[in-house]
């Protein structure tokens, strides 16, 4: 035994892959058998993902969670932003362009309407705080987008450091993130039918209007996986874009406002 465990140790990355491929191996099992194929196979591993994360983090009393554990630490790697978002990346490779077409115009108002929104919440969360000025309210703004668009957006406009690092932390905040995860991960299943995201253009137009391309990607997943290539598309110009108009448009419009 303990050889085997030296063995799992030395190959971490190998074992995450196993462990996480046998999770998704029992999620089938429990998908068609106990649930009947009501409940999507990814919805139960996202759920069980969260649930075996929690419980680690509490066991290590670590800051990696599983990944403290160190025949887990391949999960470090495995879970990390470089795979994640390669993963995310190579979804596209199933998308057919006809169908994206279909989206229109109702796409790209999803998808303007969800950098809008989060910038306008940030732009006054930075007024109520005390940044008025329109170099900081633009950068902070463009932080509520994703943690992305902030930093590029202040350092293209000139802000400080101390802002942009408000910038990331008004949108890694703990409460953010937990809706966040709870809403996209394991509340879309659940209201799948509420939104009506049943065809390959709602999940475009959900992908422009939350933006977050994982929790778009995992929330999709666990409702249909064919509508992931297509949200998690659209989720990713959600970014550029809130890059383009950060420095531009955003801060010349508040700039005139307030400036």
């Not at 999507?40 to 990944?67: E, P």
């Not at 996209?184 to 065809?199: D, Q």
Request: glycine share 12%; aromatic share 10%; hydrophobic share 55%.
């Amino acid at each position: 035994m303990d050889v085997l465990i030296q063995v799992l140790t030395k190959h971490a990355l190998i074992t995450a892959l196993a462990v996480t491929g046998l999770m998704m191996i029992v999620s089938h099992l429990l998908s068609k058998y106990l649930t009947k194929g009501k409940l999507q196979s990814s919805a139960i591993a996202i759920t069980m993902g969260l649930v075996i994360a929690y419980f680690a983090g509490v066991y290590t009393q670590g800051t990696k969670g599983i990944s403290d554990i160190a025949i887990f630490s391949g999960f470090a790697l495995l879970g990390g932003a470089m795979l994640r978002d390669l993963a995310i990346a190579s979804t596209a490779f199933e998308v057919d362009v006809k169908e994206v077409k279909k989206a229109g115009k109702v796409g790209l108002i999803a998808l303007l309407l969800g950098c809008v929104i989060p910038f306008v919440i940030g732009a006054g969360v930075a007024w109520l705080m005390g940044y008025k000025d329109p170099v900081s309210m633009t950068t902070i703004g463009a932080g509520a987008m994703t943690y992305i668009v902030g930093p590029i957006t202040g350092s293209a406009i000139g802000a400080s450091s101390e802002v942009i690092a408000l910038s990331i932390a008004i949108v890694m905040s703990f409460a953010m993130c937990f809706c966040m995860c709870v809403f996209f991960w394991v509340g879309r299943p659940l209201l799948a039918k509420f939104m009506y995201l049943k065809s390959l253009r709602s999940a475009m137009i959900f992908g422009g209007m939350a933006g977050t391309t994982s929790g778009v990607a995992a929330g999709l997943a666990g409702t249909d996986v064919r509508l992931v290539p297509y949200g998690a598309l659209v989720a990713t110009f959600y970014t550029g874009l809130g890059c383009l108009l950060g420095p531009s448009i955003f801060f010349l419009t508040v700039n005139a406002i307030f400036g």
